[in-house]
């Protein structure tokens, strides 16, 4: 149950910062109300999960999650550069959260 809140929570992560940069440093009502709400939702996730996950693997996949999932994010919608290098990028940051979570 713990590594399915930590996944939730990571996928929260990208909500929350995708959220923060369409609220316009704040001055956009909703999205300022879903990044306020997704953020909490995240933090106590990984809280959550951090009872039975070791500190740095929960948060490292934590993180991974957040990191991967706005970038993704950033090139599906926002126009940000989709190149080699960069899907490599991220691809070596999924196996890293992957190989965490197996060698946990």
Do not use: N, Q
């Amino acid at each position: 149950m713990a590594w399915l809140v930590l996944i939730v929570s990571g996928v929260l992560e990208t909500v929350w910062a995708v959220a923060l940069e369409s609220s316009k440093g704040f001055s956009r009502p909703v999205p300022t109300v879903v990044f306020g709400v997704a953020l909490a939702l995240s933090m106590g996730g990984l809280a959550y999960a951090m009872r039975s996950i070791p500190i740095g693997t929960g948060y490292a996949v934590w993180v991974g999650i957040g990191a991967v999932g706005t970038a993704l994010y950033g090139m599906a919608v926002l126009g940000d550069a989709v190149t080699l290098a960069r899907i490599g990028c991220l691809l070596l940051i999924v196996s890293g959260v992957v190989g965490l979570k197996v060698l946990h």
